[in-house]
């Protein structure tokens, strides 16, 4: 039949660049593909990540064992309304004809999960493209479908970055859909594939409870990105996560000599990360409930007291 079958894990990273290896690497293997059906059946969600929304906007995009680029096509429409990939990476594909249709002159960066069927579609029709591209012969449906059990994989493909580089890439871009798939991706690993919403909670917060010695009571995550308004934490419970990943902090954005992350929803507005004093790093945890973002004067105002230990002293004897 020569038909091939890809089962996806939810890697993040499922990105053009690394479809283009994969298929150059299969072209060592096989001489033809058919048929290419595609196994997302690694993870069973209910559904998208509690808060997310269902716009076009890239941080909306949903998750899934088998996502390409972020569930997120990236295209230009000329003035003549010729529709093209805005990646050179990326080859143009028919689902980027359809979806660009109507769209004013410009680039256009769209997730496409409006129709649960194009993610699936997405990922076939790159595989297809690539496939192509490296010379390998063949044609065929592209198809959702289970691996049959005891088939033998012919290429097995891992992340060419490791957790640290995408654990640094969505603290500096805020990546949404990448911080779910490590959730999701984190509780299988631990209670069994297929991976959900529940044993993702579930694992992290027994973690948090052993590892970092966390009260339930005052941390509870409803979902990896901070998109959900159930997701609570304390001040103190954030301090204290902040120590245990003080070894980890480079991977943290700097900003002004500052390793700092921010989070931010209607009315609430955070930071949490360190100062930097020499080699040592202090923790900083600001979270704010408040009608105006006032959070980067306060920063300042708290960053004032700490590079001034006399300013603290009259700060904490004022207090008293």
């Given at each position: 039949?020569?038909n091939?079958?890809?089962?996806?894990?939810g890697?993040?990273?499922?990105?053009?660049?690394?479809?283009a290896?994969?298929a150059?690497?299969?072209?060592?293997r096989?001489?033809?593909?058919n048929?290419i059906i595609?196994d997302?059946?690694?993870?069973?969600l209910?559904?998208?990540a509690?808060?997310a929304?269902?716009?076009?906007?890239?941080?909306?995009?949903?998750?899934?064992?088998?996502?390409?680029?972020?569930?997120?096509?990236?295209?230009?429409?000329s003035?003549?309304?010729?529709?093209?990939?805005a990646e050179?990476?990326?080859?143009?594909?028919?689902l980027m004809?359809?979806?660009?249709?109507?769209?004013?002159?410009?680039?256009?960066?769209?997730?496409?999960c409006s129709?649960?069927?194009?993610?699936l579609r997405?990922?076939?029709?790159?595989?297809?493209a690539?496939?192509?591209?490296?010379?390998?012969a063949?044609?065929?449906?592209?198809?959702?479908?289970r691996t049959?059990a005891?088939?033998?994989p012919?290429?097995?493909?891992?992340?060419?970055?490791?957790?640290?580089?995408?654990?640094?890439?969505?603290m500096?871009y805020?990546?949404?859909?990448?911080?779910?798939?490590l959730f999701?991706?984190?509780?299988?690993?631990?209670?069994?594939?297929?991976?959900?919403w529940?044993?993702?909670?579930?694992?992290l917060?027994?973690?948090?409870?052993r590892?970092?010695?966390?009260?339930?009571q005052?941390i509870?995550?409803?979902e990896?990105?901070?998109?959900?308004?159930?997701?609570?934490?304390?001040?103190?419970?954030?301090?204290?996560?902040?120590?245990?990943?003080?070894p980890?902090?480079h991977l943290?954005?700097?900003?002004?000599g500052?390793?700092?992350?921010?989070?931010?929803?209607?009315?609430v507005?955070?930071?949490a990360?360190?100062?930097?004093?020499?080699?040592k790093?202090?923790?900083v945890?600001?979270i704010?409930n408040?009608?105006?973002?006032?959070?980067?004067?306060?920063?300042?105002?708290?960053?004032?007291?700490?590079?001034?230990?006399?300013l603290m002293?009259?700060?904490?004897?004022?207090?008293?």
């Amino acid at each position: 039949e020569d038909n091939l079958y890809i089962q996806g894990r939810g890697d993040p990273y499922l990105i053009s660049e690394e479809i283009a290896t994969i298929a150059e690497r299969l072209g060592q293997r096989v001489s033809r593909i058919n048929d290419i059906i595609l196994d997302a059946s690694a993870f069973r969600l209910t559904g998208a990540a509690d808060g997310a929304g269902a716009s076009l906007n890239p941080y909306d995009a949903a998750n899934g064992a088998l996502v390409a680029n972020f569930n997120t096509i990236n295209i230009t429409v000329s003035p003549e309304g010729r529709i093209r990939s805005a990646e050179p990476q990326t080859p143009t594909l028919p689902l980027m004809q359809e979806l660009g249709k109507g769209l004013a002159p410009g680039s256009h960066r769209l997730n496409i999960c409006s129709e649960p069927e194009n993610v699936l579609r997405h990922v076939g029709e790159l595989f297809r493209a690539f496939q192509v591209r490296s010379g390998i012969a063949g044609e065929g449906r592209i198809r959702p479908g289970r691996t049959p059990a005891g088939l033998e994989p012919v290429y097995v493909h891992r992340s060419s970055r490791d957790l640290s580089e995408i654990v640094r890439g969505l603290m500096l871009y805020s990546n949404n859909f990448i911080a779910n798939q490590l959730f999701l991706t984190y509780g299988a690993q631990g209670a069994g594939y297929p991976a959900t919403w529940e044993k993702a909670r579930r694992r992290l917060q027994e973690f948090l409870h052993r590892e970092v010695g966390l009260a339930p009571q005052t941390i509870q995550v409803e979902e990896g990105s901070g998109l959900s308004r159930r997701n609570r934490i304390t001040p103190r419970a954030m301090s204290k996560l902040l120590a245990a990943f003080r070894p980890y902090a480079h991977l943290l954005p700097l900003d002004r000599g500052r390793l700092l992350k921010s989070g931010t929803l209607t009315g609430v507005y955070a930071y949490a990360g360190y100062f930097q004093n020499g080699e040592k790093l202090d923790s900083v945890v600001l979270i704010l409930n408040q009608e105006k973002n006032q959070r980067d004067r306060l920063l300042d105002l708290l960053e004032r007291l700490y590079r001034n230990p006399a300013l603290m002293a009259r700060h904490a004897q004022a207090e008293q």
